[in-house]
């Protein structure tokens, strides 16, 4: 069974950048789409980009100036990056496996891991 | 981007109870609708794609209905454990977009 682990700061400063890793276990991240989505808190899910295993990306419009996803397949790695965060940047942080059949259909995520940005 | 407009936001139900969720897509979606549930503190958790399609291992007091533009999500024979909030989202066109959420809680 493939299991999804979110990692990286809790607390970032506002202007700094956010930066987290998904290790993927149980299984492997070719042949796969890997997504990031995150969820203010109290509040509904917002998708931030997604990666394929080959490196090719596609990012939310909203936030396409601020976000880098990378894939690291030695490491069965998916990394992200958020620059000049703000306040607005606060959420819980998902990444996400899609389904080889129904491609923008997300069937496994990670827990979640909040991160808070405060000076 | 696609909007999502789901509805009820909440609704109050009993064990035992039927239950309709409805989504809707502002623009035609043909059947790439998914549903999903989220427990507090959890991880969304995919129980319908497809539109109709059971995802592996859901209860099939779960079903889910509609094409183009309008989507229900039905919980039949409400359990315990089905109280949570559910969203929808749409898998026709990236950005993949989500609705706002139905939080389905205990009367």
């Known amino acids: 069974q493939v299991q999804l682990q979110e990692s990286g700061p809790g607390l970032v400063k506002p202007s700094e950048t956010l930066s987290l890793t998904c290790t993927v276990s149980?299984?492997?991240?070719?042949?796969?789409?890997w997504s990031w989505i995150r969820q203010p808190p109290g509040k509904g899910l917002e998708w931030i980009g997604y990666?394929?295993?080959?490196?090719?990306?596609n990012y939310n419009p909203s936030l396409k100036s601020r976000v880098t996803i990378s894939v690291d397949t030695s490491k069965n790695h998916v990394s992200l990056k958020l620059s000049s965060v703000s306040a607005a940047d606060t959420a819980v942080y998902y990444c996400?496996?899609?389904?080889?059949?129904?491609?923008?259909?997300?069937?496994?995520w990670g827990q979640g891991t909040l991160v808070t940005v405060s000076s | 981007d696609i909007q999502m407009t789901q509805s009820p936001s909440s609704l109050s139900a009993s064990v035992g109870d039927r239950v309709t969720i409805t989504c809707r897509a502002s623009?035609?979606?043909?059947?790439?609708m998914n549903w999903y549930q989220q427990k507090p503190g959890k991880a969304p958790k995919l129980l319908i794609y497809?539109?109709?399609s059971l995802q592996s291992g859901v209860p099939s007091r779960f079903s889910g209905s509609g094409s183009g533009t309008d989507f229900t999500l039905t919980i039949s024979n409400l359990q315990p454990e089905d109280f949570a909030t559910y969203y929808c989202?749409?898998?026709?066109?990236?950005?993949?977009?989500f609705g706002g959420g139905t939080k389905v809680e205990i009367k």
């Open positions: 623009q035609s979606i043909s059947n790439y």
């Open positions: 497809g539109a109709s």
């Open positions: 989202q749409q898998s026709y066109n990236p950005p993949p977009t």
């Open positions: 149980g299984g492997s991240i070719s042949t796969y789409y």
């Open positions: 996400a496996r899609h389904s080889q059949l129904w491609l923008l259909t997300l069937d496994y």
């Open positions: 990666i394929y295993y080959s490196g090719s990306t």
